[in-house]
């Protein structure tokens, strides 16, 4: 038997000995001339974060560039807090806002794979309040509705085209039905009913910054038996080891970057929690939070097609309709160059959107500052995490990133 000393001792050997072991989530590191990057043109983006910084844009950041599942720059800039002073750390957590929907993509893919949802369904099949809805007829003062030619639909939902509160008078009306504290997904969605579409569903793009997505996560419990949280952690956090990457409140938590707003005068303002981060509404359209070496699991296993160390979330096929363009850039509603796909922008035309990344790069960002895609020609997923919106400071990250590819991905290194 042990003494109650030599058990102690071999307590703190063993959590010693833990605290060496990786990561579940970390990805293998490589210099970026090993996976055909430059070290020299990287440092353009400390130069960019740093010129940014000094302007206080934003107060820090991290940045986090992987080519074909080897991150070759991972770095972090500024401070996490003004206030403290405290250094930015590579790890720190920060609100992903809308970087939740493409997660909610992937859960959502995965149920059509099980063959639980389909594309086509009316998102009334799960929530029946949500069946006939309205579209609102803008008019002076107010407006009147017409009847929807059809029901909103899953693939509708996934791409923006729904209407679900999608702008001015949507927006407006959707506030009489707004989220009450401890509410939940099933308490709040089917009070939508009583808002009007904001356009006839497909016929233009629309960004639905929360309603959509919260409705595509209560879709996912309804089909899948299980409350949203619990899905995500079961389905797609756990196997990929994103053990970061979990839904609000984290006030208190030792590695969350503070998030700001640039005021008029220029100063960057504390930001307080939005409503909907409040512990028991799992917000599908902006309610994660994660880390950049996180955030790297999901788009590695993206880039992939689907899987990541042995774990597969989806057949390369789902992927590869993820990432197809459901939204032409011609459709009203689309910036130039830049197509939809189910919950992922998709590069089109780069010529047209005036960017040096890929055709069919995917991704998308956060409304307080992050952003991320996935090159499947360059075999490249870069994240951007930040606490200030500064969407200057994420085309410049995109154009940073690309310039510092100088040579072809060697065919010897596998997928990871």
């Known amino acids: 038997m042990y003494s109650r000393a030599q058990r102690w001792t071999v307590l703190l050997a063993t959590l010693a000995l833990v605290a060496t072991l990786p990561l579940a989530g970390a990805s293998p590191t490589a210099k970026p001339e090993d996976v055909g990057m430059s070290s020299d043109r990287l440092q353009q983006v400390n130069a960019l974060m740093r010129r940014n910084i000094e302007a206080k844009t934003f107060a820090g ?29 590579t790890d720190a957590v920060f609100r992903i806002m809308s970087m939740t929907k493409p997660i909610v993509g992937v859960a959502v893919l995965m149920m059509i794979e099980e063959g639980k949802v389909r594309l086509t369904d009316p998102a009334s099949r799960f929530v029946p309040e949500l069946k006939g809805l309205k579209v609102a ?29 999608s702008g001015t008078i949507s927006s407006a009306e959707a506030r009489a039905v707004a989220l009450k504290p401890g509410e939940r997904l099933a308490d709040y969605l089917p009070r939508l009913a009583g808002v009007p579409l904001e356009f006839q569903p497909g016929s233009r793009w629309g960004y639905s910054g929360l309603a959509g997505f919260d409705l595509l996560a209560r879709i996912v419990e309804v089909s899948s038996g299980q409350p949203f949280d619990q899905f995500l952690k079961n389905r797609i956090f756990e196997p990929l080891g994103m053990s970061d990457t979990f839904f609000a409140p984290v006030d208190g938590h030792p590695r ?52 990541l160390n042995g774990k597969r979330l989806l057949s ?3 992927v590869e309709v993820m990432r197809s363009v459901f939204v032409p850039d011609t459709l009203p509603g ?9 919950s992922v922008r998709v590069v089109s035309n780069p010529q047209a959107r005036n960017t040096f990344l890929s055709q069919g790069s995917f991704g998308w960002s956060g409304a307080y500052g992050t ?11 870069a994240i951007l995490m930040i606490h200030t919106p500064a969407q200057q400071a994420r085309a410049d990250f995109e154009s940073a990133v690309a310039h510092a590819v100088v040579e072809p991905v060697p065919a010897s290194l596998g997928t990871h």
Do not use: C
């Not at 803008?138 to 923006?160: N, W």
């Not at 409040?278 to 296993?301: C, H, I, K, R, V």
């Open 137 to 165: 007829v803008p008019g002076t003062p107010q407006f009147s509705t017409v009847a929807a030619d059809h029901d909103i639909t899953v693939r509708e939902l996934l791409t923006h085209t729904s209407g679900l509160v």
């Open 371 to 381: 952003h991320f895609w996935v090159d499947p020609k360059e075999k490249i997923v």
């Open 334 to 342: 689309r910036a130039a160059g830049e197509g939809f796909g189910l």
């Open 316 to 318: 390369p096929r789902s």
């Open 256 to 307: 969350l970057a503070t998030a700001y707003r640039r005021a008029d005068d220029g100063a960057l303002v504390r930001q307080t929690n939005p409503n909907f981060l409040n512990g028991s509404y799992f917000s599908g359209g902006g309610g994660l939070m994660s880390t950049a070496e996180d955030y790297l699991q999901f788009g590695q296993m993206l880039l992939n097609g689907g899987q």
């Open 61 to 89: 950041a991290v940045t986090l560039v992987a080519r074909h599942g080897r991150v070759a720059h991972l770095q972090a800039h500024g401070l996490m807090d003004l206030e403290s002073r405290r250094p930015m750390q």
